[in-house]
């Protein structure tokens, strides 16, 4: 149930990432750096209409799952990760975060200290996949 009154769009992340965070615009969808990344290379991958999973078309979601695939070849031929998870938040705005995995990347600094050291910033990766997406 919304609230009336309450503009969600602007309470939204997925609608307010920052375009330093932008890797490319394809379609309807837009491809970013994520801005808190479990590891280095965290894409998100987000339509630019605030809906749900449940309200993406069937072309949309064919769309979108381009994408992912798009990312795990970005990702791979830039970070040569051990392995990739995909992610998917449904509600209230879809996205689908795309993760690279290596062996023992959950350190005992996220175990004791809930954080994490990453070698780039989301805005450094941001640029190195911005590259490596158009090429
Ligand atoms: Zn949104």
Redesign the pocket.
């Known amino acids: 149930m919304k609230i009336p009154g309450v503009e969600y ?1 602007t309470l ?1 992340r ?2 307010n990432l920052g375009s330093e965070l932008l890797i490319a615009e394809e379609d309807d969808f837009t491809v970013y750096a994520y801005d808190e990344p479990f590891n280095n290379g965290h894409i998100v991958i987000v339509p630019r209409r ?1 809906v749900s999973l449940s309200e993406l078309s069937v072309n949309e979601l064919y769309r979108a799952l381009r994408l992912v695939r798009k990312a795990e070849a970005v990702l791979r031929n830039t970070y040569h990760p051990h392995g990739l998870n995909i992610g998917l938040v449904a509600y ?2 879809v996205a689908f975060h795309v993760v690279p995995r290596w062996g023992g990347d959950v350190s005992f600094i996220k175990v004791f200290f809930n954080a994490k050291p990453i070698p780039e910033t989301p805005i450094q990766y941001a640029e190195r996949l911005r590259k490596a997406w158009g090429s």
């Open positions: 769009r939204c997925y609608c605030h209230p705005h």
